[in-house]
T-cell receptor, first 116, second 110 residues
Framework: AQKVTQAQTEISVVEKEDVTLDCVYETRDTTYYLFWYKQPPSGELVFLIR??????QNEISGRYSWNFQKSTSSFNFTITASQVVDSAVYFCALKRYGGSQGNLIFGKGTKLSVKP | NAGVTQTPKFRVLKTGQSMTLLCAQDMNHEYMYWYRQDPGMGLRLIHYSVGEGTTAKGEVPDGYNVSRLKKQNFLLGLESAAPSQTSVYFC?????????FGPGTRLTVL
């Protein structure tokens, strides 16, 4: 069975603090995708990143970085120097490799509040 | 390029009424999905389609039907709405891996 766990339900930080959102996944597949999506207060779901299971390189995009560790089945997301606009619910998700392999398995999300 | 659009944005139904939610994508994606989002539950898959004319059940399909008569459209139907179907519904489309989501439809069933 596939499962995604985001143990942090809510996190509150002050602007400019760094914050890490944890994601732990379970799968028996050897190849799979991992994703992060952002859901701001306006409600839409914004795609942030996709990682293939065979590519364990960490990625940085501006203030965002992602740490993928297959050995611990984790795909953590760090925001450096957080800003109020980062306030949102962040979802980690897992998908079987291959387009016909159905849906995304979502974690329950972490609500991040960044206070000025 | 509008991406994924959903119609309507909001809807209030009475128990027992029926309605259809429309999802349209202009990216020529093969795969389309319907999810529902409930507080504290994340998103759960209702139905999905791997191509025009095909549909398949997801995790929570009961009470819903879908159709994919055209590649760009994926319809979600509620034949007899129940209060348990009060939720936010998201449509997504995908060329293969990454799914791109529409803005959502907030449905309330009284």
């Amino acid at each position: 069975a596939q499962k995604v766990t985001q143990a942090q339900t809510e996190i509150s930080v002050v602007e400019k603090e760094d914050v890490t959102l944890d994601c732990v996944y379970e799968t028996r597949d050897t190849t799979y995708y991992l994703f992060w999506y952002k859901q701001p207060p306006s409600g839409e779901l914004v795609f942030l990143i996709r990682r293939n299971s065979f590519d364990e390189q960490n990625e940085i995009s501006g203030r965002y970085s992602w740490n993928f560790q297959k050995s611990t089945s984790s795909f953590n997301f760090t925001i450096t120097a957080s800003q109020v606009v980062d306030s949102a619910v962040y979802f980690c998700a897992l998908k079987r490799y291959g387009g016909s392999q159905g849906n995304l398995i979502f974690g329950k999300g972490t609500k991040l509040s960044v206070k000025p | 390029n509008a991406g994924v659009t959903q119609t309507p944005k909001f809807r209030v139904l009475k128990t027992g009424q029926s309605m259809t939610l429309l999802c349209a994508q202009d990216m020529n994606h093969e795969y389309m999905y319907w999810y529902r989002q409930d507080p504290g539950m994340g998103l759960r898959l209702i139905h999905y389609s791997v191509g025009e004319g095909t549909t398949a059940k997801g995790e929570v399909p009961d009470g819903y039907n879908v159709s994919r008569l055209k590649k760009q459209n994926f319809l979600l139907g509620l034949e007899s709405a129940a209060p348990s179907q009060t939720s936010v519904y998201f449509c997504a489309s995908s060329p293969s891996g990454t799914q791109y989501f529409g803005p959502g439809t907030r449905l309330t069933v009284l």
